[in-house]
């Protein structure tokens, strides 16, 4: 069982009991603030609780005994997921994201505490070569986040999302083993 304590958070595997919490986070809570902010690009349907429920239990480690996706925990409360997927096996390229769903924690260093350190779990526990992360240029807090963690802007699609009716750019950041090993270890 992954279990990873930090200053201000923990990243662990979910229960059943915080599949629900997210379940109220990402679809049932009447403000959806964090939807506003991560891929609002993205047409999404909403699911029944059985059928989030199905897709986490169905959902397949990355690598042995490393999920695809833990939760955040803050005193207690589930407060949003880090995740991954992959972008291409043969060459060990993972995706990487992160949400909040609780904005009364945004702004106070737990998405960085939180991100670096499911970044750093997923170089130390497998082989990947590459970790990266696509979001929109108005997103500037997760952009700031990938850049703490030492990620680099690696490709800007020029007014490839569109978000409430106006053009943004696509972004694409990464970090590759070798640098990460340098600033980490």
Same mark, same amino acid.
């Given at each position: 069982?992954?279990?990873?304590?930090?200053?201000?958070?923990? +990243?662990?595997?979910?229960?059943?009991?915080?599949?629900?919490? +997210?379940?109220?986070?990402?679809?049932?809570?009447?403000?959806?603030?964090?939807?506003? &902010?991560?891929? $609002?690009?993205?047409?999404?349907?909403? +699911?029944?609780? !059985?059928?989030?429920? *199905?897709?986490?239990? *169905?959902?397949?480690?990355?690598? $042995?005994? /490393? $999920?695809?996706? +833990?939760?955040?925990? !803050?005193?207690?409360?589930?407060?949003?997921?880090?995740?991954?997927?992959? !972008?291409?096996?043969?060459?060990?390229?993972?995706?990487?994201?992160?949400?909040?769903?609780? $904005?009364?924690?945004?702004?106070?260093?737990?998405? @960085?505490?939180?991100?670096?350190? &499911?970044?750093?779990?997923?170089?130390?526990?497998?082989?990947?070569?590459?970790?990266?992360?696509?979001? &929109?240029?108005?997103?500037?807090? =997760?952009?700031? /986040?990938?850049?703490?963690?030492? =990620?680099?802007?690696?490709?800007?699609?020029?007014?490839?999302?569109? !978000?409430?009716?106006? @053009?943004?750019?696509?972004?694409?950041?990464?970090?590759?083993?070798?640098? &990460?090993?340098?600033?980490?270890?």
């Amino acid at each position: 069982m992954i279990h990873i304590e930090k200053k201000k958070v923990i +990243l662990r595997e979910a229960t059943w009991e915080d599949i629900n919490t +997210l379940y109220y986070w990402k679809y049932e809570e009447m403000n959806q603030e964090a939807k506003k &902010w991560n891929g $609002p690009y993205i047409k999404e349907k909403k +699911l029944s609780r !059985v059928e989030y429920r *199905n897709e986490w239990k *169905n959902d397949s480690d990355i690598y $042995p005994g /490393v $999920p695809s996706t +833990l939760v955040i925990e !803050v005193d207690g409360e589930v407060i949003g997921t880090v995740g991954s997927y992959w !972008v291409d096996k043969y060459t060990n390229w993972l995706e990487t994201g992160i949400v909040i769903y609780n $904005p009364l924690y945004w702004n106070g260093g737990y998405g @960085y505490e939180a991100y670096k350190e &499911w970044i750093d779990f997923l170089f130390r526990s497998t082989k990947l070569h590459r970790i990266g992360m696509s979001t &929109w240029s108005g997103n500037i807090r =997760m952009m700031k /986040v990938a850049n703490k963690v030492g =990620m680099k802007e690696e490709a800007r699609i020029r007014d490839a999302r569109m !978000v409430e009716g106006h @053009y943004y750019d696509a972004i694409k950041m990464g970090i590759l083993r070798k640098e &990460w090993e340098i600033t980490y270890i």
